[in-house]
């Protein structure tokens, strides 16, 4: 298997944990807490935000490293 992909495939399923745990997991860890599941305020905001922006940068540089290793890969067949 070709390792680029098994390095986005393990990237891809960080990323879905990730975002899920978010997702589901409480405000406070108190299961009594009555507030609203999707409520949101200004600093989970911005948490949302620099999560999105790290994910792209990661996403970048993946496929940065992608580029480089078919170059890498087309070298060598040249040999």
Do not use: H, P
Request: glycine share 8%.
């Amino acid at each position: 298997m070709n390792s680029g992909r098994v390095l986005l495939g393990l990237l891809a399923g960080f990323t879905a944990g990730t975002l899920l745990g978010m997702l589901f997991a409480s405000n406070d860890c108190d299961t009594e807490n009555k507030s609203s599941f999707w409520g949101r305020d200004k600093d989970e905001d911005d948490t949302d935000e620099k999560l999105n922006e790290f994910i792209e940068d990661i996403t970048e540089k993946f496929a940065d490293l992608k580029k480089e290793i078919i170059v890498e890969q087309a070298k060598a067949k040249a040999k």
